[in-house]
Structure formats: structure tokens, C-alpha cells
């Protein structure tokens, strides 16, 4: 048989090229394989959403904790699954100072019965917040660190295996396969597991609408708990108020003791007949401005109701008790208890 070595050579040669050639076309073909439109939409949004939760959640955490070296312990503990101790709100610490400062300064006293009432609220303001704050860290940061640190993840692992599939799973030999049907064959299986993690993918993605209907209703709780919190605080304020109302003033009556002291010695006995306010008529001199300090209810039409923080114009007038001046507000006019007034100059 003529072997023709030079023949054989060129035949085989030719054939090994085309083998190549054919190889490099569809492998070329698998890596620009492009991602259809709703899968990139897809991807943009779980990647806008991972970024916003993470920025919600960090803010979140620094709204409830200001206290940066006091959240780095919480997230060891939470890392070394321990539970982290009790920590003492700023609220509840400061009511505690103030109740100790009336123990010294005597809570008989104007300024130690004062500090005893506001310590007490300060302590329920305290104690409010500690129930904010803990509800606040399971109805929301929770779940937005749930997302992160679990779905997300499981994204994050599945996007990176998915974009360069082709990449790692191309065969090393795919050069001195035999014939063009084996490289092929080959194509067609990476292909198949290529589109079955595209699936996988999009699936994940596509959860992510869910996420966003589990975010909303926790944002929901996360206000609800807010609204519950201040409204709390609110209420503890007016009662607070309400309490000082009732408690003497040692700078209102200091403030005022000059004008009584002269009620005193101008006017000697006090008269008992009944005063007529409609009889009352204003000084053309003596009367002066006055600052309101607690709200005031009158108990008859004789006294006018007053409104923390108004101005209103005082005098005295012959036969008045001491304890008390005449008021005027536009044309209401009425008796106004001295200790709940600021005389100013």
C-alpha cells in the first residue's frame, strides 16, 4: 500500500483546524450568551435593594443605639450567641440621680419634692424607651438583618457561579477533542447546567418582591411601636405637669413675695365682705405684666382661668387676699392666684 506520509499529514491537519475552529465558534457563542432583559431588571433591583436595606438597617441601629461602642457589644454577644446584659436607659439613670439628690436636699423642700415628681417620670420615660427599643430590634432590624445575612447571601453564592459558568467548566482539552460532535457534546452540557443555574437565579431574584412585602409590614410595626412609644412619653409629660401644678414654687414665690408683703402692710386687715369683680376698676398706675406658669381652672366666676405661658396684666386691689392678685386677658377679668404667676418687670 503507497502511504503517502505528506498527504496524511495535510488531511489531518486540516481536519484538526476545522475541529478548532468549529470548538472556539460555539464556545465563543456560550460566552456571549446575554441575559434577557427581565433577568437584568431582575439584578438591579436586588441589587438596589440589598444597598438601601443595608443603609435603612445601619441608621436604624444607630437611631436606637447612638451609643457605637455599646452597639459593638451587642454584636459580639450576638456572635457569641450570649445574651447581652440588661443595659440601664439614660432615662431611667438620670430619675435615679434625681431621686437621690432629693434624699439630700430634703424632700420636704420645694426643689427635693420637684426632683422626687420628675425623677419618677424620668424613670417612666426610661422604662418606655426600653420597651421601644426592644420591640423596635425584633418587629424590624430582624428581619432586615435576616435578608442580608441569609437571602442575600444565598443571591450573592448563586450570581457569582452563574455569570461565568463557561468560564470554569470549559474543558481544558477541548483543542485535541477528536471531532468537532464531541466538543459539541460538551457545549450542549454546559450549556444545560448553565441554563438550569440561570433558573435557580432568577428564582432568588424573584423572591425579592416578597422581601418587599415582608419589609413594608415590619416597617408598619416599626412605626406602630414608635407612635405607641411617644404617645406614652406625651401622657407621662401632662401628668408630670399636672403634678408641679400642685407642688409650691419656691421661685414663683419669691417672685411674687415683695408684691404681697406690700398687700400686707398697705391694706392691714383683710375686709370680709364679698368682692364684686364687676365693681373692680383698673389703677391708672400699678398694674404690671405677668407670665403664666401652670394652666389654672377657675372655681367660680370671680377667678379667671389662666394658660401656661400667657401674658396677662396683674394688680392689686384693696381687700383682696394677699394670696391673691386681679387679672385682666382682653375684657376677661378675674382673681388669679399669685403663686401660679412669674411678675415681670
Partial sequence: MDFNVKKFASGAGLFFTRAVQFTEEKLGQAEKTELDAHFENLLSRADCTKLWTEKIYRQTEA?????PSARIEEFLYEKLDRKAPSRVTNGELLGQYMTDAAKEFGPGTPYGGTLIEVG?????LGAAEREFLQTSAISFLTPLRN??????????????????????????????????????????????EFD????????????????????????????????AYYKQCHFHMQELQKELGRLPDAFA??????????????????????????????????????????DYDAADSSELSLLADELITVYTVPGMDCDWLMGERGNQRGKVPVT?????S
Fill in 120 to 124: 419618677e417620670c424620668e424613670r417612666r
Fill in 147 to 192: 435578608f442580608l445575612e441569609g437571602d442575600w447571601r444565598t443571591i450573592s453564592v448563586s450570581l457569582k457561579r452563574h455569570p461565568f459558568y463557561f468560564q470554569e467548566t470549559r474543558p481544558r482539552n477541548y483543542v485535541l477533542s477528536a471531532s468537532a460532535s464531541a466538543a459539541e457534546h460538551e457545549l450542549r452540557v454546559a450549556q444545560t
Fill in 340 to 344: 401660679y404667676l412669674e411678675l415681670l
Fill in 253 to 294: 414665690l419669691n417672685s411674687t413675695n415683695s408684691a404681697a408683703s406690700a398687700c400686707s402692710a398697705s391694706e392691714g386687715p383683710v375686709e370680709t365682705d364679698t368682692l364684686k369683680i364687676e365693681e373692680v376698676q383698673a389703677p391708672a398706675t400699678g398694674s404690671r405684666k405677668a407670665k403664666v406658669l401652670y
Fill in 63 to 67: 437611631l436606637l443605639q447612638p451609643n
Fill in 196 to 227: 438550569r443555574q440561570a433558573e435557580v437565579t432568577r428564582l432568588l431574584l424573584e423572591g425579592i418582591s416578597s422581601t418587599h412585602v415582608n419589609h413594608l409590614r415590619c416597617l408598619h410595626e416599626f412605626v406602630e411601636a414608635q407612635a
